[in-house]
DNA sequence: GTGCTAAATGATATCGATAACAGTTTAAAA
DNA sequence: TTTTAAACTGTTATCGATATCATTTAGCAC
């Protein structure tokens, strides 16, 4: 029962069905005006045929891909997972289909991503981040339809935004070490030249940490994003090495803050009493180890959920009123036992 | 410079160029005969108009989409996001992308996906897994693409598989515990009902178990997966609570195992001499860990990096070639100090 | 310069659907 | 029964590219 020959089309089933391709077209979809009874002959038909549609056809034809374009730097990062599922959650209720792909923190793969995804006649595209090449902010700028930025809150946004502010964030965490009493505090991050959004909370600990009069020097910088558990570890070693009185660190994610948290056991300290430790992205790992991790939760879930409903509006608007608009996330703290100093 | 007109055609760049449009498909494409005078003018031509392909007409009249479908369990898993990004790796060398989609553990949902995918007419599709509803399998079977399989071996597979013998991987770690001298050993896993990749690690857990004469009613199920590290922990407990005389335990995946652990941290157990623990999947959680876990690494990356290159090969051999060919991978045990008990 | 092959370009006919409009039937209202 | 609008179905013309074949031009040996 092999199909060895080509795929039946719609003129096909037509022919089967008594009727013109225009008649199969509208049964096949919901709301047209097709009596019952040619519907479902015409499904009769489409099924004993094998029949399905091809949308690259229709997508021609209507001027309608169905596709919204979405770039993500990882697929191996529990957020942007989470920003994905929210994301897909809400389109999985509309006839849209996320055409994903990673940029791997990469300026220039993601001008070739985007490049590929424009030739896909995309509804709408989605990027994660206000970093893009000239070329690439220039494609998106006159692509002619919707854009979005998610993640980070850019000062020259090109489209709407949907995302918080990084060095807010980060503020939190420093406000909190303060409000428990540390004061030599310090910083676990990846390479500032190429993660933006780490790049961010960096400046946001900076300036927050000056704010209060405490010093800066305890930085440790790891190699390009993603940020590891391993890099975390390693990270930790290097400031108790260096700055060996470091009371608390603040680390630019959940992971890296495990990894350090970790390394601090096996040299037998005690967190939070010889170390606090503070992560971010509220990972489920920052909840379930022993200790907990404090953390902040940037709803990463929901900035997926908002940006496919801010995407959603914007194609119902149909004309043009593609008024810029910020969508800002509030990050919260969650404050967990590694911060949390016990009274001895 | 707003962009609201239409966007350029392949013919507005012809006419720019004083070409005719069939020219102009040649020239941005590599490997095509185009003199380099009128390559340049019509590059020229196209930059000046922000001329962008539309591979929706390309895939249409080429019957070529350039699209691999690939359908995954859940993205919010390191396993297939590792898979993912090795099958993303090798399709980046060549004009392929993936399509991606999440069934999230439900076959019923696979149907719709695949069904979704195969209008956008991919050159190939890749599903994860062997259970697949009856309508989705006939699908798959008359679809006139290549179908690979991954991820397991299906007893009756549709197409080429690259996967491993779960069964066979859980016995790896059994073996391990008996080696190591643990006899009441129990096993954390998910509803049988829906995972059918768990089942099979249980079917392997339990034929394993029986082959060596040992008691096999230390058996946890819980939710639907993804088996969480929460739901891990509370597995622990529940085990501690029903069975306090168990030695070890085996973990669906590296996420329960650590949350298992956490949980036996929490009652003062130290791992392994009060509890050994072990898990599957080779997270990067369970090597940086304290103590790290024993897990079994099943490549994930290397699965992907297979399955794209079995796609290319079928894509290349053109005739319909398609000899059905199982790709077994080789499980692995590391072997961590969650098992390794310690003299005291 | 002739002849011949290979490279470069063009003309035409699709690929498989849908938009837009036209025509026909049906059913409700008068 | 007639009128009239609504529901249904069909016709025709694209959508934007590429396959295929035809034609022209260029390159090269003799």
Not at 140 to 164: H, K, R, T, Y
Not at 219 to 225: D, R
Not at 236 to 260: H, I, N, Y
Request: aromatic letters at 6%; proline letters at 5%; a negative charge.
């Amino acid at each position: 029962m092999a199909n060895h020959t080509k795929q039946p089309t719609m003129m096909d089933v037509a022919h089967l069905a008594g009727v013109s391709p225009m008649t199969v077209s509208r049964a096949l979809k919901p709301n047209t005006s097709v009596s019952e009874a040619t519907r479902k002959k015409i499904r009769k038909a489409a099924d004993e045929l094998g029949y399905v549609l091809d949308s690259t056809a229709a997508g021609l034809s209507s001027r309608r891909t169905g596709f919204i374009a979405v770039t993500i730097p990882s697929i191996n990062n529990a957020n942007f997972a989470d920003t994905l599922s929210g994301l897909s959650q809400v389109l999985r209720e509309t006839s849209l289909q996320a055409l994903l792909g990673y940029t791997d923190y990469d300026v220039a793969e993601e001008e070739r991503l985007v490049e590929q995804f424009l030739r896909r006649r995309p509804e709408a595209i989605i990027v994660t981040g206000e970093a893009h090449t000239d070329r690439c902010r220039k494609m998106l700028e006159n692509c002619g339809v919707p854009v979005v930025e998610m993640w980070d809150i850019p000062s020259a946004p090109i489209g709407q935004v949907v995302g918080f502010s990084n060095a807010g964030a980060a503020k939190l965490m420093v406000d909190h070490f303060y409000q428990q009493g540390f004061r030599k505090i310090g910083f676990v991050g990846g390479d500032p030249s190429r993660d933006t959004r780490g790049q961010d909370r960096r400046r946001g600990f900076l300036d927050t940490m000056k704010y209060y009069g405490l010093e800066t020097h305890r930085m440790i910088n790891q190699e390009l994003p993603p940020i590891t558990m391993h890099e975390g570890a390693a990270s930790m070693k290097k400031m108790l090495e260096t700055w060996p009185d470091t009371q608390a660190v603040m680390c630019v994610s959940d992971l890296s803050a495990f990894g350090a948290m970790m390394e601090c056991q096996r040299q037998g300290l005690k967190i939070p009493n010889d170390m606090a430790i503070g992560g971010f992205g509220a990972y489920d790992l920052s909840e379930q180890s022993v200790p907990p991790i404090t953390t902040i939760d940037v709803s990463a879930n929901e900035i997926g959920k908002i940006a496919a409903n801010v995407i959603l509006d914007m194609l119902n608007a149909d004309v043009q009123t593609s008024v810029q608009q910020i969508n800002a996330i509030e990050p919260t703290l969650l404050i967990r036992d590694s911060t949390m100093m016990k009274p001895k």
